[in-house]
């Protein structure tokens, strides 16, 4: 469960803002029932208890609820300052319409009381100090300002010395270690240092208001020595339904990670109730481990888990599933393992692993849905090493891969297995000389497999792009070659060959920026209206005696309209003479342009037929 929130930047303000009152310990005592205007500023230091000043605890991530009409989040509420010079450490200044009191007896302030001690601010209709029994008393409305934090409450009750009390209708609005925290409670408990109760509380990390989801208790305990609380009668709401409920639950306050039981997992289908219990180990600041006891009741017991690990140059996590008798198929010791790390090895290189196994081709079929069947046809297991650095003036990137598949075949025993790259070396470098973009692109690959014939392969694509623009539109004209060299291995009485293709590339990419103020829906925005125009040049050349590797025909997007070749890969390039017409229209946020809205529609016209096929 999330962090929530403890009370003691609450309680030290409080505290310590009514420690000291309205008259120094050594000064005459105050004439009874005198009254003072605003400018009557009362200072004093605390009295010396041998106790030290509480450490402020985090107060942790919460919403606020407006249980009354004139109730407002804290956040809103406008800290007022008495606007005096700053005092020494430990001291209190109280300003108000009016003080009285008597000196070692008590003090009361009424009206626009402001109470400033250190960096703390208090604010209160009224506060009450009683000096024997060092009790604070503060309402009918208090909003405190300390650390960045910001609590409001109808009434306060609180003994200095032993921190100790309760306040009724606790607000508060808080960011603590990068969280935003927000909440409201009928009652606090304030049971001493970093120990307090909330009663009937809600609590969640939305903006101020917001209670579209919160967590609901009877009571929340904690305790800042152990950095552990506990709720009761917990729920979490959404929507203002309750959808889910438990009946306790312990979870860190000080925003660390913290070991224990996670939410069950229950579901039933063609296999029985699926129960999934899962625990959650906290091992270290950068390492973590999750274990996943369950059962299949059609199938069996199961066991899974997950560690997570991260440190300044590397990162990565090992999950993995594993069932030792499956009752409801042929096959035993079932699992899936799965490893992803990346590692910058210095500030040129970087590099990852993803590996992905599992132990028979019916897994997917029996354990996941439709669409991770679709997507897990081909478990990937791939290494790669990256390098980027300055070269000739420009920039180079180049990178070093293997990738090799486990392919699970279908019900009916294909299988069809992508080539393995067994390795693939690319390389790109860039530069500017004017209005002129230089691009050499570079890569070789050693194609393997068990079953096709397969080979090497070389691409070399140098270009020129210039590009000529303003801020209402622009021409980005282009030619490239793109060289293609093959050197096949013999297979099945086809004799080992080297083939090869060259192509030239001319495209022009053009377009027009129209803007224009639109008031939609009652709001002020941005409109723009965007023609293009795309030319692009591939003259016809046969290919059928060309290998398809990597090559695929891409999915139609509006993208793909102004696309040179629409295959990916480089064994397959289209023949082309075509001109794309297009338009889109986008709506911008005119503060901060980002994007709300994107339409855009296209033409592409061809002047030849594209006779190049997969």
């Known amino acids: 469960m999330a962090r929530l929130f403890s009370l003691k930047p609450l309680v030290l303000a409080l505290i310590m803002g009514f420690g000291a ?15 003072y205007t605003p400018a009557h500023a009362a200072e004093s230091k605390p009295a010396k208890t041998g106790q030290s000043e509480a450490d402020p605890l985090s107060l942790g991530s919460t919403c606020l609820f407006c249980d009354h009409e004139d109730a407002k989040p804290a956040e809103t509420a406008e800290i007022k300052r008495s606007g005096e010079p700053a005092l020494p450490a430990d001291y209190t200044r109280v300003n108000a319409d009016k003080i009285e009191g008597q000196t070692q007896v008590g003090v009361r302030a009424e009206g626009d009381v402001i109470v400033e001690r250190n960096a703390d601010v208090l604010n209160a209709d009224w506060a009450q100090y009683d000096q024997a029994t060092d009790t604070v008393t503060a309402g009918d409305r208090f909003t405190l300002y300390q650390n ?73 305990e904690a305790d800042e020595s152990t950095g552990i609380g506990v709720a009761k009668h917990a729920s979490l709401v959404f929507g203002g339904v309750p959808v889910l409920y438990t009946p306790w639950a312990d979870f860190p306050i000080n925003g660390n990670r913290k070991s224990g039981l996670l939410v069950p997992t229950i579901a039933t289908g063609s296999d029985g109730l699926e129960l999934s219990l899962p625990y959650y180990f906290n091992l270290a ?99 790669w090493l990256n390098y980027s650095d300055k070269l000739l003036g420009g920039s180079f990137d180049g990178s070093l891969r293997v990738q090799k598949y486990q392919t699970l075949a279908n019900q009916d025993g294909y299988k069809d297995e992508p080539y393995a790259i067994m390795p693939r070396l690319t390389g790109r470098w860039q530069s500017h000389l004017g209005k002129a973009q230089l691009n050499v692109f570079g890569q070789f690959t050693r194609f393997d497999h068990d079953t096709k014939q397969d080979g090497s392969r070389v691409v070399l694509y140098p270009s020129v792009k210039w590009d000529f623009h303003n801020q209402w539109g622009y021409i980005r004209p282009k030619v490239g070659v793109h060289a293609t060299y093959y050197s096949l291995n013999s297979f099945n009485g086809q004799s080992s060959r080297n083939v090869s293709r060259v192509l030239p590339i001319i495209n022009v990419d053009s377009g027009l920026t129209f803007e224009r103020r639109a008031r939609l829906f009652g709001g002020e925005y941005l409109q723009t209206l965007e023609p293009r125009l795309f030319y692009n040049y591939i003259p016809t050349k046969s290919q059928n005696d060309l290998p398809n590797f990597d090559s695929s025909e891409n999915s139609f997007t509006y993208s793909q309209l102004f696309r040179e070749n629409l295959y990916s890969g480089n064994d397959r390039i289209n023949s082309a003479n075509s001109l794309t017409l297009a338009t889109q229209s986008r709506i911008l946020n005119p503060n901060t342009g980002a994007e709300l809205f994107r339409a855009g529609i296209g033409q592409k016209f061809y002047f030849k037929k594209d006779n190049v096929l997969p």
């Open 148 to 220: 960045g934090s910001t609590v409001s409450g109808d009434q306060l009750v609180y003994n200095l010395k032993n921190q100790t009390g309760s306040g009724t209708a606790v607000r508060l609005n808080t960011e603590q270690g990068g969280r935003r925290l927000q909440s409201v409670s009928e009652k606090a408990e304030l049971k001493g240092k970093g120990l307090y109760k909330l009663i009937n509380t809600k609590f969640n990390t939305c903006s101020p208001g917001d209670a579209s989801w919160y967590i609901q208790a009877q009571s929340i």
């Open 21 to 35: 009152t309205a008259v120094r310990a050594e000064d005459a005592s105050v004439p009874q029932a005198e009254d």
């Open 285 to 383: 600041p950068n390492l973590d481990a999750t274990i996943r006891p369950g059962i299949i009741s059609k199938r069996g017991v199961q066991l899974g888990g997950q560690v997570r690990y991260l440190q300044p140059n590397y990162s990565g996590e090992v999950d993995g599933d594993w069932m030792p008798n499956d009752q409801k198929s042929v096959h035993n010791n079932r699992y899936q393992f799965k490893w992803k790390h990346q590692q910058q090895l210095n500030s040129k290189i970087s590099g990852g692993i993803n590996y992905n196994q599992v132990s028979d081709d019916d897994y997917y079929r029996d354990f996941y849905g439709r669409e991770d069947i679709a997507r897990n046809v081909n478990l990937d297991r791939q290494a």
